[in-house]
Nanobody, 119 residues
Framework: VQLQASGGGLVQAGGSLRLSCAAS????????MGWYRQAPGKQRELVAA???????NYADSVKCRFTISRDNAKNTVNLQMNSLKPEDTAVYYC??????????????WGQGTQVTVSS
């Protein structure tokens, strides 16, 4: 199972970006899907996550600015980022856990996409 992330880039403060992530492979079911980020010199942190049933969890720093959504049929997860701030600059990683064929539990990371917010 692989995750392919896209949508990063350079944007001015106050602007918006949309990240997308698609899972592929022998997927039986994806449970939680989410986005993490890692800024230079800092630990990777949770940005937002969404459970299969739709419940969401956001980091306090992005609440009311970012919105996570998923499509269970397509095994995709998106992150709409509005009112971006320079401190949002980081590499963003897509993550998913679930079950693949043969009942194997999976915990998968995407390759990361750079988001840079200029002041």
């Amino acid at each position: 199972v692989q995750l392919q992330a896209s949508g990063g880039g350079l944007v001015q403060a106050g602007g918006s970006l949309r990240l997308s992530c698609a899972a592929s492979g022998s997927i039986f079911r994806l449970n939680t899907m989410g986005w993490y980020r890692q800024a230079p010199g800092k630990q990777r942190e949770l940005v937002a996550a969404v459970a299969r049933g739709g419940s969401t969890n956001y980091a306090d720093s992005v609440k009311c600015r970012f919105t996570i959504s998923r499509d269970n049929a397509k095994n995709t997860v998106n992150l709409q980022m509005n009112s971006l701030k320079p401190e949002d600059t980081a590499v963003y990683y897509c993550h998913a856990d679930g079950i693949r064929d043969w009942g194997i539990v999976i915990d998968v990371w995407g390759q990361g996409t750079q988001v840079t917010v200029s002041s």
